[in-house]
């Protein structure tokens, strides 16, 4: 009896290590291809927690993976690059919906994601104290090295905004400046507009007291534009003009300094010289790589001179698996918001809201960075989505049983 129930505690904290390496990769520095194993190893052992309607979900999916088979002209390590990226949102979501079948208790699982990420800003304040040693400057210099953008402090910040946890006023007050120093040391644009996104969504649906946000608004008002004028960073000042394609591509420092718009621009340009139906309908197939048209040395003997994966995630669709693709993509998101909210229902108003915040950030997420096939700033949103709509799901189905 007393080795069953070590065993049963053992593989609850193994399943939360899991949800943390998921939730921190890019911070803690673990290998994403390490992650993907596990969480493939862990949907094996917890077989008989997959349901049928999670399942459903990731139909169009796999059948964004399925299409990306179809015009592959050879099997090279592009390939499977993209094979990983393509198949990593299946597994991280039907991940999640397990985690929701195994531990029910919805407000004990949103304060671990609380707690992963104050850790997560534990590892950056170290980081930027003994790294970096107090140098704003540094950090904009390193910024793509040592720090990256992690969704999972804007969930986080909702949940301690929005949700009643037996928190004192301080203890609050604590987590949210420290929470907020994530986005300030990390110059992400991403985390500052999601955050945002999700507030206003809220405050649109549900009449909530502005007592709850103000601080937070002030504070994300002061980092945002304190970045732009104080600390003079153009990536953010221009960034319209960084991620919009145009025709101004006339020389390399133009093509760097309005880097994903070009990327856009060489894609979309790549698409349209596509000479078949076919390829216009089910892309230039998984590993399909675009030339950059200038060798650009980044980094220690690092030389980009094609671009195999795009921020903008719907050109990345559009390139290897074509327009019909794409709208499996976007079906994707159709399917699982017309299940999570075709029934409102007020005992679980904030977790139907906050579901549609995931969908709609994650759509708007996908035009800037990759979206659900982002490397890793996204796997937490994918893990959430995934348990939210467990949840939200067995919720509903009871209710009409009943």
Known sequence: ???????????????????????????????????????LFFIFINKTYIDKSSLKCIIPLAAVVFIGFINISGINYYVFKDIFYFTKPIIIFITGSIFCSKYKDILKINKNFI???????????????????????????????????????????????????????????FMLFSLLFFPFISLSRTIVLNLLIFIF??????????????????????????????NKYEGIKYIINEIIPNQNYYSIA???????????????????SYKSLEKYLMGG????????????????????????????????????????????????FIYIAYKG????????????????GLIITSIFNTFVISGLYNKTACDGTILLMGLYFRYINNKLKLWQNN
Not at 208 to 218: E, Y
Request: with cysteine; hydrophobic share 55%; proline share 0%.
């Open 285 to 332: 197939g998984l590993g399909t790589i675009v030339d950059v048209n200038f060798i650009w040395f980044e980094g220690e003997g690092f030389v980009l001179d094609y671009i195999p994966i795009f921020h903008n995630g719907y050109i990345y669709l559009l390139l290897k698996t074509g327009i019909i693709g794409l709208f499996c993509y976007i079906a994707f």
């Open 1 to 39: 009896m007393h080795y069953f129930i070590e065993k049963i505690y053992i593989n609850r904290y193994l399943d939360w290590l899991l949800a943390f390496l998921i939730v921190s990769s890019s911070e803690i520095g673990i290998n994403s291809l390490f992650i993907y194993i596990a969480a």
């Open 341 to 356: 909210l075709r029934i409102l229902k007020k005992e679980i108003r904030f977790e139907q809201q906050f579901f549609l």
């Open 254 to 272: 133009s093509n760097y300094t309005n880097w994903r718009g070009y990327e856009t621009y060489i894609g979309y340009d790549k698409y349209r």
């Open 201 to 230: 969504l809220i405050l649109i649906i549900e009449k909530i007291s502005l007592k709850k946000i103000v601080s937070v608004l002030i504070l994300v008002f002061f980092i945002f534009y304190g970045l732009i004028y104080l």
């Open 115 to 173: 707690y992963f990420s104050l850790f997560i800003v534990l590892i950056a304040f170290y980081r930027y104290v003994f790294l970096v040693g107090f140098k704003f400057s540094e950090i904009i210099e390193n910024k793509n090295i040592k720090y990256h953008g992690n969704l999972i402090m804007v969930y986080s910040l909702i949940f301690i905004l929005f949700l009643n946890f037996k928190f004192s006023i301080l203890t609050k007050v």
